[in-house]
């Protein structure tokens, strides 16, 4: 039985380069989210997808955001022309229509120098 | 959305903690309490709906709907219990969560 995964787990860049974060739900869940996270607060929610339909997208998510699913089922969530102000956990959570739970993966961790 | 909770709690090992959280929001479907240990991933806790008290093991939550408001109760405090303790309120939407900034929980020997 294998949990939410992400890809990378620790990621360093320059500020202005692109980056992508991967996400692998747990088999079967056909919902997925992603929040941020960033030192001494909680997760914020930024995008939804239900199978691979985007169905909601956070004020906080500028358009140098974007988030994929394509099959349904991995994610992706690409910044372009990374801001320092982009440093922070990027946490993704799947779950399964009729269950209350959403199942966290352990984050993709974000630094922009 | 507007959620509130204490930022730190000390206890000591073997006591009992209680955690608050107060919430102002535009739609309720649910509370939630989600344990994260310092650079680890959320896992869940604790799912209230309607108002009372659910009992798990260690852990109890309680839910006043009317009052906005929610507490965990940690009982026999075990070290492995230092933790931030996340209270979240799920949407109308049935979807999304929102958070508050999280209790730091540090058990004392």
């Known amino acids: 039985d294998t949990g939410v995964s992400q890809d990378p787990r620790h990621k360093i860049t320059k500020r202005g380069q692109n980056v992508t974060f991967r996400c692998d739900p747990i088999?079967?869940?056909?919902?997925l989210y992603w929040y941020r996270q960033t030192l001494g607060q909680g997760p914020e929610f930024l995008t939804y997808?239900?199978?691979?339909?985007?169905?909601?997208k956070s004020r906080l998510l500028s358009d140098r955001f974007s988030a994929e699913r394509p099959k349904g089922s991995f994610s992706t969530l690409e910044i372009q022309r990374t801001e320092q102000g982009d440093s922070a956990m990027y946490l993704c959570?799947?779950?399964?229509?009729?269950?209350?739970?959403?199942?966290f993966g352990p984050g993709t961790r974000l630094t922009v120098l | 959305q507007n959620i509130d909770q204490p930022t730190e709690m000390t206890a000591t090992e073997g006591a009992i903690v209680q955690i608050n959280c107060t919430y102002q929001?535009?739609?309720?479907?649910?509370l939630f309490w989600y344990q994260q240990h310092a650079g680890e991933a959320p896992t869940f806790l604790s799912y209230n709906v309607l108002d009372g008290l659910e009992e798990k093991g260690r852990f109890s939550s309680f839910l006043s709907r009317s009052k906005g408001y929610s507490y965990l109760l940690l009982k026999e405090l075990q070290m492995k219990d230092s933790a931030s303790y996340l209270c979240?309120?799920?949407?109308?939407?049935?979807?999304?969560?929102?958070f508050g900034a999280g209790t730091t929980v540090t058990v004392r020997a």
């Open positions: 088999s079967e869940h056909n919902r």
């Open positions: 997808f239900q199978n691979e339909a985007q169905l909601e």
């Open positions: 979240a309120v799920r949407d109308i939407d049935d979807y999304k969560l929102s």
């Open positions: 929001t535009s739609g309720f479907n649910g």
């Open positions: 959570a799947s779950s399964l229509d009729g269950i209350i739970e959403q199942f």
